[in-house]
């Protein structure tokens, strides 16, 4: 299947592997893995639901088949289309078949499924697998804490946003341009432009790199606040010399 996945693309996998299946023939999870994550990055440059919903269909007839094949690789990659296609149901029943087959969830797992109910809207269940699932959280890194703060500030819970990004700060995890940036949108969310100001000059005093969406974030939230002046002062610090960072055609807009 790998084989011919490099010389033919990933459907000419797929289409060998519904006839595996058919004749009852088994194969491991990685290939597995390696396929569904192949036709995820192929989604990104053309998202075909079609093709989508045929690949995790074989993927969870591959489950029924062979369930003592799954990983938590594979898991994660089905959770992740799952995420993805906006497919909350499919989500569920995917992780309650993890939990099933006592398939231990990772801090990736977390970051799929805080991001998936984050994109959902669905707070309560944000805040409830961030409380359950301790010993994940204790593993994370900075994209699983990531998902949860760009949960809460999409969910309009920018206060948690912050307590969790204090919480990073106390491990030392903050420095990221990504979860700055998100929590700079949280506050023009709030239309809280002192507080937004502050973060942008931390990043500063904690090394952690600004580039353009940085910028272009902090001189949003100045417009949302009818702070033309701060708009400009930050607009004019992009053109300085001193400066490695250039407007693009969003700053201008």
Not at 88 to 111: A, C, D, N, Q, Y
């Amino acid at each position: 299947l790998e084989d011919l996945m490099r010389r033919k693309g990933v459907d000419e996998a797929w289409d060998a592997l519904e006839k595996m299946q058919k004749q009852g023939e088994f194969t491991d999870r990685f290939t597995i893995s390696r396929m569904l994550m192949r036709t995820l990055s192929d989604g990104r440059r053309l998202w075909d639901p079609a093709k989508i919903h045929r690949s995790v269909a074989l993927v969870d007839r591959f489950l029924q088949q062979q369930p003592e094949e799954a990983d938590e690789v594979l898991f994660n990659a089905l959770l992740d289309t799952h995420c993805r296609m906006k497919d909350i149901g499919g989500l569920e029943s995917t992780f309650r078949l993890m939990r099933k087959l006592k398939i231990e969830p990772s801090h990736v797992t977390l970051g799929i499924l805080v991001k998936a109910y984050g994109q959902a809207c669905d707070i309560k269940s944000v805040l409830r697998l961030w409380d359950e699932m301790v010993e994940q959280r204790t593993q994370a890194n900075a994209v699983t804490y990531g998902c949860m703060i760009n949960a809460c500030v999409r969910c309009g819970q920018t206060e948690k946003a912050v307590d969790i990004f204090n919480e990073m700060k106390s491990l030392g995890k903050h420095c990221n341009t990504i979860l700055y940036t998100t929590l700079i949108k949280g506050y023009g969310n709030e239309k809280d432009l002192r507080s937004a100001l502050a973060l942008f000059h931390e990043m500063r005093e904690e090394n952690v790199p600004y580039n353009t969406i940085a910028y272009n974030s902090i001189i949003d939230v100045c417009i949302k606040c009818s702070d033309m002046q701060s708009a400009e002062d930050v607009f004019r610090e992009m053109l300085s010399p001193s400066s490695t960072v250039q407007p693009d055609l969003i700053t201008y807009s």
